[in-house]
């Protein structure tokens, strides 16, 4: 079963800093979009950066552009979020996700996900 596990989280003030880590499970993840979903509390789920499966592509969501950085490491079957100058409105649960699809992970849509990893950006 394919399974994927978030870890990294943490309190942090503001200006600061985190990486949050994602290691799938199985030979699937290679070939697998990765993604980071936030879930911020009271609001919806927001991609907040998606990679494609060789890592060449990424697109960020406009609030993270410039601020977050998304990477990949297929032979540790690894996703990375690295997130600097984090602001409060950055907190919430962040899932990390996969699809084998690209217009589906563009969307949002993702097949896999993984149990997420609360951060928490105070002021």
């Known amino acids: 079963q394919?399974?994927?596990v978030e870890s990294g989280g943490g309190s942090v003030q503001s200006g600061g800093s985190l990486r949050l880590s994602c290691v799938g499970s199985g030979s699937w993840f290679?070939?697998?979009?990765?993604?980071w979903v936030r879930q911020a509390p009271g609001k919806d789920r927001e991609t907040v950066a998606v990679i494609d499966w060789s890592g060449t592509g990424t697109n960020?969501?406009?609030d993270v552009q410039g601020r977050f950085t998304i990477f990949r490491n297929n032979a540790e079957k690894t996703?990375?979020?690295q997130m600097y100058m984090l602001?409060?409105?950055d907190t919430g649960v962040y899932y990390c996700a996969a699809?084998?699809?690209?217009?589906r992970a563009l969307a949002g849509l993702f097949r896999i996900w993984g149990?997420?990893?609360?951060v928490t950006v105070f002021s």
Request: charged content about 20%.
């Open 115 to 118: 149990q997420g990893t609360q």
């Open 99 to 103: 699809d084998d699809n690209w217009g």
């Open 87 to 89: 602001k409060p409105e």
């Open 2 to 4: 394919a399974q994927l």
């Open 30 to 35: 290679s070939d697998h979009n990765l993604a």
């Open 60 to 62: 960020y969501a406009d």
């Open 79 to 81: 996703v990375y979020l």
